[in-house]
């Protein structure tokens, strides 16, 4: 019934790989908006970066964001304690690739749209599996304590 897998992770570290965790870039847009819904968007800008990538193209604070033309990251990565910029929105939802991202703002009660060329910062943390050869080599080894007994003969 329900569209998501299960939780794997404690399964994959009980055969054999270590959680780590790895530094990931973000996407600084340089938005601070506010926004009631799960989802991020819509979400109204109260202050805008002036000198950022998003003061830059033409953001305004009042702006509504309803929408971004790329993919969310699958995966996004948690805002390090380092970043300390107040300027957050999407920075961890846009993907690390993403060249120029076109947003859906709505201003005045007019629809348009606002090409952002974002910047990718520093501050990104993912949690991370990695196999460990040493680890796993004790789930897939059978245990001398379980080996089949050997059989000489079998009587009928």
């Given at each position: 019934a329900?569209?998501?897998?299960?939780?794997?992770?404690?399964?994959?570290?009980?055969?054999?790989?270590?959680?780590?965790?790895?530094?990931?870039?973000?996407?600084?847009?340089?938005?601070?908006?506010?926004?009631?819904?799960?989802?991020?968007?819509?979400?109204?800008?109260?202050?805008?970066?002036?000198?950022?990538?998003?003061?830059?193209?033409?953001?305004?604070?009042?702006?509504?964001?309803?929408g971004?033309?790329?993919?969310?990251?699958?995966?996004?990565?948690?805002?390090?304690?380092?970043?300390?910029?107040?300027?957050?929105?999407?920075?961890?939802?846009?993907?690390?690739?993403?060249?120029?991202?076109?947003?859906?703002?709505?201003r005045?009660?007019?629809?348009?749209k606002?090409?952002?060329?974002?910047?990718?910062?520093?501050?990104?943390?993912?949690?991370?599996?990695?196999?460990?050869?040493?680890?796993?080599?004790?789930?897939?080894?059978?245990?001398?304590?379980?080996?089949?007994?050997?059989?000489?003969?079998?009587?009928?």
């Amino acid at each position: 019934a329900g569209k998501h897998l299960p939780e794997t992770r404690s399964l994959l570290v009980s055969i054999g790989y270590d959680e780590g965790i790895e530094k990931a870039s973000l996407t600084y847009i340089g938005i601070d908006a506010k926004s009631d819904s799960a989802d991020a968007v819509p979400a109204v800008v109260t202050e805008v970066d002036p000198r950022g990538p998003a003061g830059k193209a033409g953001i305004l604070a009042g702006d509504t964001i309803t929408g971004w033309n790329v993919d969310r990251r699958s995966n996004p990565p948690i805002i390090g304690s380092e970043v300390t910029t107040k300027y957050r929105f999407a920075i961890n939802l846009i993907p690390s690739g993403a060249k120029t991202v076109v947003f859906d703002v709505v201003r005045d009660g007019k629809a348009i749209k606002v090409e952002i060329s974002p910047q990718l910062i520093a501050g990104g943390e993912r949690k991370s599996l990695r196999w460990n050869p040493e680890r796993g080599r004790n789930f897939f080894e059978r245990p001398e304590t379980l080996a089949a007994p050997a059989v000489s003969s079998i009587a009928f």
